[in-house]
């Protein structure tokens, strides 16, 4: 049996396009979507800049500058338009992803930790690092396990800082990340 519309929805549907309502209603409403789309391309550009000069500062006053710039630019902007606007502009560039991950968690950077994406950002950065054997998987293995630590997840926490050390010290001596000294300690208290 086939499903027919009732008659009293065609006819009032019918007349609603008759009076030509619906057309003007999507006229005035295009417009303000065009604005919100350039209003969200505007948002995208400025964290785009931020990130892009997160990255390439390699002055640790200066990056703690662009970092609460970038904390300033988050807190007026939706939070899934900034992570929407974030994630395409990483795309798969490790050294992006590294930095942003680490903005998104660390307390030098950060006031209000985002770990969830944090680790999304992380995870992303460890399997592109992988793929393409580079030196920084013990960094994101590294950092990962920061995460889950500071979250107080232990137990996840562990592998990763073990994976981070047997890397470092076999492939890729000097790449575990430089920790504020009571937190080192936590991490070699875990992994005793």
Same mark, same amino acid.
């Given at each position: ?15 609603? $396009?008759?009076?030509? &309502? !619906? ?11 065009? /604005? =919100? #789309?350039? +209003? ?10 931020? $990130?892009?000069?997160? &990255? !390439? ?11 609460? /710039? =970038? #904390?300033? +630019? ?29 903005? =998104? ?88």
């Amino acid at each position: 049996m086939k499903y027919q519309i009732p008659t009293f929805l065609k006819r009032s549907f019918s007349s609603a $396009l008759r009076n030509s &309502k !619906i057309f003007f209603f999507i006229f005035l409403l295009f417009p303000y979507t065009s /604005s =919100l #789309s350039a +209003l969200q391309t505007d948002t995208c550009n400025k964290i785009r800049k931020e $990130l892009e000069l997160l &990255k !390439i500062e390699t002055d640790f006053q200066n990056r703690k500058k662009q970092a609460d /710039s =970038l #904390s300033r +630019l988050k807190r007026k902007t939706p939070e899934e338009e900034f992570k929407t606007c974030a994630w395409n502009y990483l795309g798969e560039n490790t050294e992006r992803l590294y930095w942003f991950g680490l903005f =998104l968690f660390d307390p030098y950077y950060t006031q209000n930790p985002d770990y969830r994406f944090a680790e999304k950002v992380l995870q992303k950065g460890l399997t592109l690092s992988i793929k393409e054997n580079q030196p920084g998987q013990a960094s994101f293995y590294h950092l990962i396990g920061q995460v889950f630590l500071r979250e107080g997840k232990k137990q996840q926490a562990k592998p990763y800082f073990q994976k981070a050390f047997q890397l470092a010290e076999k492939e890729y001596p000097g790449t575990i990340p430089a920790v504020e000294e009571d937190f080192y300690e936590k991490i070699e208290k875990l992994l005793k």
